[in-house]
């Protein structure tokens, strides 16, 4: 083909067919035989039908299972059984699917996802404790706390939005549901309102609140600005400071 042109892809595969034709029709004298015999003889016999499905790159990779009974991969976060903490796994993923095998034998798998940042979870993998927070969103926990009084929902508003995930601020949100039981309505709106003027941010601070009786003691005055009573040149005012 050295001294030959085309002046197409097609009329190139058409003379490298050609030419590939006639090699392996060609006798080899080391083995009195072409290549299109040893083929026909000896590998066609041995060969098995293609799988139904396609290969697909994998990619492995040793991972551990966090206290929330999650792994990372690729930044986001995917359940395990939680029973396995501690324990060596592994991640087959591909680009459709993830998988986590522990010992060899398949724990978990799921559609891969792309949402950095987010999380995909099987509720079986929770302890029992955990599983009957996933039956709750935050706006049902905020529909429930306005229930119970303004100051209690503006509490559990503030727990889920300094939350880094408002997941993570549920359990003390429904711990506050189980105070109401035990103290009433009334007894934790007033304990929530006097844990948003001191700055808490806990369910324990709320629950503090309530066995020492202090929800039941009136808010502290707010502070008086300097703006009448004593007028003088020196006195400026809180405004000055703004």
Same mark, same amino acid.
């Given at each position: 083909?050295?001294?030959?042109?085309?002046?197409?892809?097609?009329?190139?595969?058409?003379?490298?067919?050609?030419?590939?034709?006639?090699?392996?029709?060609?006798?080899?004298?080391?083995?009195?035989? #072409?290549?299109? *015999? @040893?083929?026909?003889?000896?590998?066609?016999?041995?060969?098995?039908?293609?799988?139904?499905?396609?290969?697909?790159? +994998?990619?492995?990779?040793?991972?551990?299972?966090?206290?929330?009974?999650?792994?990372?991969?690729?930044?986001?976060?995917?359940?395990?059984?939680?029973? @396995?903490?501690?324990?060596?796994?592994?991640?087959?993923?591909?680009?459709?699917?993830?998988?986590?095998?522990?010992?060899?034998?398949?724990?978990?798998?799921?559609?891969?996802?792309?949402?950095?940042?987010?999380?995909?979870?099987?509720? *079986?993998?929770?302890?029992?404790?955990?599983? +009957?927070? +996933?039956?709750?969103?935050?706006?049902?926990?905020?529909?429930?706390?306005?229930?119970?009084?303004?100051?209690?929902?503006?509490?559990?508003?503030?727990?889920?939005?300094?939350?880094?995930?408002?997941?993570?601020?549920?359990?003390?949100? @429904?711990?506050?549901?189980?105070?109401?039981?035990?103290?009433?309505?009334?007894?934790?709106?007033?304990?929530?309102?006097?844990?948003?003027?001191?700055? +808490?941010?806990?369910?324990? #601070?709320?629950?503090?609140?309530?066995?020492?009786?202090?929800?039941?003691?009136?808010?502290?005055?707010?502070?008086?600005?300097?703006?009448?009573?004593?007028?003088?040149?020196?006195?400026?005012?809180?405004?000055?400071?703004?």
């Amino acid at each position: 083909m050295r001294n030959e042109k085309f002046e197409s892809m097609g009329a190139l595969n058409a003379r490298l067919s050609e030419l590939t034709a006639d090699l392996n029709g060609r006798m080899m004298r080391a083995y009195k035989a #072409s290549r299109r *015999e @040893l083929f026909e003889r000896l590998d066609r016999p041995a060969l098995a039908p293609l799988p139904a499905q396609p290969f697909e790159l +994998a990619m492995w990779r040793k991972v551990g299972l966090n206290i929330d009974y999650h792994v990372e991969f690729d930044h986001h976060l995917y359940s395990a059984p939680y029973t @396995l903490l501690h324990e060596e796994l592994w991640v087959r993923v591909t680009a459709s699917t993830v998988e986590i095998l522990h010992g060899g034998t398949r724990v978990a798998s799921y559609v891969r996802s792309y949402v950095h940042g987010g999380r995909t979870t099987t509720i *079986e993998h929770m302890p029992s404790t955990h599983r +009957a927070h +996933a039956e709750w969103t935050p706006s049902r926990i905020l529909s429930w706390a306005e229930k119970v009084g303004p100051k209690t929902r503006a509490f559990c508003e503030v727990i889920l939005r300094e939350r880094h995930h408002p997941e993570w601020g549920f359990r003390s949100c @429904l711990g506050l549901f189980r105070l109401a039981k035990k103290y009433g309505d009334a007894r934790v709106e007033a304990a929530c309102a006097r844990a948003l003027y001191a700055g +808490a941010r806990s369910y324990r #601070s709320v629950k503090t609140i309530l066995q020492h009786g202090l929800d039941a003691q009136p808010l502290p005055a707010p502070e008086k600005q300097a703006t009448g009573g004593v007028v003088h040149g020196n006195v400026r005012g809180r405004g000055y400071y703004q």
